[in-house]
């Protein structure tokens, strides 16, 4: 007789539902990867931007160009705390995420060592009904001798 875990069902159920939670949790990842990516390609446009702008003002240009490096400085500036503030928004829901997949993850986890500790009790007692074969034999020997 094959060892069979009653709690099989359930058990690929959390596997699956862990799956699920730790592959929303890398997808947040990759969303905070990519908005690090851009405000960090924001900074380096901004700096450029505010020395362009500061050069502008040392040298007489037209006022309608010096007010566009002004107005795209401010629009580099706008982009950039809106990354930032999405990129706050990322790291709560990371963290939730966290919290649900640690959850799911312990469920999992005990269905898991409930399966290894039955395993485990099923390979004991087949081990021992083959020595308690192994000691009749031996026993119903001994008699015939």
Partial sequence: MAFRFSLAAVL?????LERREELA???????????VRQIERLTVELARANQALTKATAEPLPASQVQSMFR????????RKALIDSLAQLERR???????YQAAHR????????ASRQREEYDAEVVRRHQR???EIFAARAQRE
């Avoid at 690929?12 to 699956?16: A, I, L, T, V």
């Fill in 12 to 16: 690929r159920y959390r596997e699956s």
């Fill in 94 to 100: 990371r963290r939730a995420q966290i919290a649900i």
């Fill in 133 to 135: 074969s192994i000691d």
């Fill in 72 to 79: 795209e400085t401010e629009s580099i500036a706008a982009q």
């Fill in 25 to 35: 949790l890398q997808a947040i990842l990759a969303d905070m990867g990519r908005t």
């Fill in 107 to 114: 469920n999992r986890q005990m269905l898991s060592d409930m």
